[in-house]
């Protein structure tokens, strides 16, 4: 289960900076821009990514 999950936190964080870069690349590359983006990204991917996921696998192994 902690392989599992050290994996699940990984991709989020994987995720992040590459939705950051993504997003902050655009208009002239601004640190505070990508901090920001990657910051507000971390509360939906944490919340909804890591959580959820560990919920459906858990689900998903007891039925």
């Known amino acids: 289960m902690s392989i599992i999950l050290r994996r699940k936190i990984l991709t989020s ?3 992040r ?3 950051a870069l ?3 690349v655009p208009t002239v590359f601004d640190m505070n821009a990508f ?3 990657y910051y507000l990204n971390l509360m939906f991917v ?3 990514g ?3 996921s560990m919920f459906s696998d858990c689900f998903h ?3």
């Open 35 to 37: 901090v920001n983006l």
């Open 46 to 48: 944490a919340a909804y």
């Open 17 to 19: 900076v590459l939705f």
């Open 61 to 63: 192994c007891k039925h």
């Open 13 to 15: 964080i994987l995720s």
């Open 22 to 24: 993504i997003f902050s």
């Open 50 to 52: 890591v959580i959820t």
